[in-house]
């Protein structure tokens, strides 16, 4: 053994070495990171049957001192009226068409809550025509309003953390129409009252025949292979472990 360690940094051996120990040490980092992943993805799991085994949550109700951002995914209820003078829409939206995918906006309504407080709602889905305030009147919705959905939490990138950010206002411009993301925070800036730090994803009615489309997410609880992923990367780095001294030994007995 003393031998073929010897071999492993001979001037002939040295820089394969030197590969196959950063491979192991890939294959090492790899395997821990689908560990990782795995742990994650059973906190989202946890999270998301937690969430689901709740109550409905009356946003229209007292809500003082629940943490609305710890509650993604919850369902949640509120009545209130829709302040169309202030909504936007978020563009570069897919809706699958009997014809293939479309692109469009999703609209994001201010809803003026009874107990005082204020949410932005994502209503639906509707095809790039509707592309100014005006045209989005003809969704407007007169009175009291009931909304049921889901807490979704605000995003300043996009999902993967990418993304074009939503650009700054021009000068003399006193807010802008069309957003890349949900960004609650830069939407506050122009809007006159506070509103809640979450958004409620409007669900689909029966049939969601009529725009705006509406959607929420289907979500898979399952640990995405991830330690089968770990395992097959602790497997390589075993096999290059053992394999490269036995190649050598091989490569110098003949």
């Not at 003026?112 to 407080?117: A, P, R, Y």
């Not at 979450?198 to 929420?216: E, F, H, R």
């Not at 390589?236 to 472990?241: D, E, N, P, Q, S």
Request: hydrophobic fraction near 45%; include cysteine.
């Amino acid at each position: 053994m003393f031998k073929i360690i010897k071999l492993f940094f001979s001037p002939a051996w040295l820089f394969t070495t030197c590969l196959v120990f950063l491979a192991i040490l890939l294959t090492i980092r790899l395997g821990f990171w689908q560990l990782d992943r795995l742990d994650q993805n059973n906190t989202f799991n946890s999270h998301i049957l937690s969430v689901q085994a709740m109550p409905d949550l009356n946003l229209s109700e007292e809500i003082k001192g629940i943490n609305l951002t710890d509650l993604e995914y919850r369902t949640v209820i509120a009545t209130g009226i829709f302040d169309f003078n202030n909504q936007v829409v978020i563009r570069n939206q897919v809706w699958a068409q009997s014809w293939g995918n479309e692109i469009g906006y999703t609209i994001i309504t201010p809803l003026l809550m009874q107990n005082g407080h204020a949410v932005l709602v994502q209503r639906g889905w509707v095809p790039l025509s509707f592309n100014t305030p005006l045209s989005l009147r003809s969704f407007d919705q007169s009175g009291d309003v009931f909304v049921n959905g889901i807490i979704r939490l605000p995003l300043e990138k996009g999902e993967m953390g990418g993304g074009v950010p939503d650009p700054t206002l021009a000068p003399g411009q006193e807010g802008l129409f069309f957003w890349n993301n949900v960004n609650i925070k830069r939407i506050q800036q122009q809007i006159p009252y506070d509103i809640l730090p979450v958004y409620v994803q409007q669900a689909p009615v029966k049939d969601n025949g009529t725009l705006p489309y509406k959607s929420i997410p289907i979500l898979e609880l399952t640990d995405e292979a991830h330690l089968g992923y770990a395992i097959q990367w602790f497997f390589y780095a075993i096999l290059l472990l053992f394999g490269y001294p036995y190649f050598i030994r091989k490569h110098r007995d003949n």
